[in-house]
């Protein structure tokens, strides 16, 4: 069965920095393509980035909203997903999903995490 | 940017009635890459359909989805009292990799 659990969220100031964990199990997740994507309070789904697996280059795309800012890695050998979030906004308050992307040619956003939320407050 | 428009905002149905839900395309989307989403209440979205029209695994046959032209829309054949969610329509491709439209919540009277 496909798990995906975040950790790492919390309440932080504007300007501020924090690192989001997502442990994945339940797939190969050297293959994975990943993403994360979130969801401000009451509002809709807004796309955050997307890393490729290590055999496919490893690269990351991000939404403008956060390039220049957000950071995504992985760690492979610890089968784990990270967002670092840095010179956070009061607008990227939201709760973050971990995702597994298909890779069979839809990349569609295939398995979720059940999210964790961030809360960027002074 | 492709931006996708959902209609309506929220729809309002009984139990054995046929919902239908539209996502509209502000340009052309390759219907591989259109799909559909669940979220209820409290919980993680879901894929429900891919490719505008391939049931994901697991997802019942009352829901379909189907393209014309730039529309997209997702029909919920007969309706049950689980199906409340906001429903979501999504896009791969353009810059940005993927794009959402604002939702769709379905009620159920």
């Known amino acids: 069965e496909v798990q995906l659990v975040e950790s790492g969220g919390g309440l932080v100031k504007p300007g501020g920095s924090l690192r989001l964990s997502c442990a994945a199990s339940?797939?190969?997740?050297?293959?994975?393509?990943m993403s994360w994507v979130r969801q401000a309070p009451g509002k809709g789904l807004e796309w955050v980035g997307r890393i490729k697996s290590k055999s496919d280059g490893e690269t990351a795309e991000y939404a403008a909203s956060v390039k220049g800012r957000f950071t995504i890695s992985r760690d492979d050998s610890k089968n784990r997903l990270y967002l670092q979030m840095d010179s956070l906004k009061t607008e990227d308050t939201a709760v973050f999903f971990c995702?597994?992307?298909?890779?069979?040619?839809?990349?569609?956003?295939?398995?979720w995490g059940r999210g964790t939320l961030v809360t960027v407050s002074s | 940017e492709i931006v996708l428009a959902q209609s309506p905002g929220t729809l309002s149905l009984s139990p054995g009635e046929r919902a239908t839900l539209s996502c509209r395309a502000s340009?052309?989307?390759?219907?591989?890459?259109l799909a559909w989403y669940q979220q209820k209440p409290g919980q993680a979205p879901r894929l429900l359909i891919y490719?505008?029209?391939t049931r994901a695994s697991g997802i019942p046959g009352r829901f379909i989805g189907s393209r014309s032209g730039t529309d997209f829309t997702l029909t919920i054949s007969r309706l049950e009292p689980e199906d409340v969610a906001v429903y979501y329509c999504?896009?791969?491709?353009?810059?940005?990799?993927?794009?959402f439209g604002q939702g769709t919540k379905l009620e159920i009277k």
């Open positions: 995702i597994a992307v298909d890779t069979s040619g839809y990349y569609t956003l295939d398995y």
């Open positions: 340009q052309s989307v390759t219907s591989s890459y």
């Open positions: 999504q896009q791969y491709g353009s810059s940005p990799l993927y794009t």
């Open positions: 490719g505008a029209s």
């Open positions: 339940g797939f190969t997740f050297t293959d994975a393509w």
